[in-house]
């Protein structure tokens, strides 16, 4: 099993995890021209399309 020989710093692991970052969703444009959130069914067809 691996063992770290030293101990990791607080700031070295703090700058390995801000790559760790939520992406947002972003609203896409629709067959019928409304935007929506991707993955959701239409508000206002009522169609889900990925």
């Not at 700058?15 to 970052?21: A, D, I, M, S």
């Not at 409304?34 to 169609?47: A, C, D, F, L, S």
């Amino acid at each position: 099993m691996a063992v770290p020989k030293r101990r990791v710093s607080k700031t070295r692991a703090a700058k390995r995890r801000t790559h760790y970052k939520i992406k947002l969703a972003r609203p896409v444009k629709d067959k019928d021209g409304t935007w929506k959130m991707p993955h959701r069914v239409n508000p206002t067809t009522g169609e889900y399309r990925s």
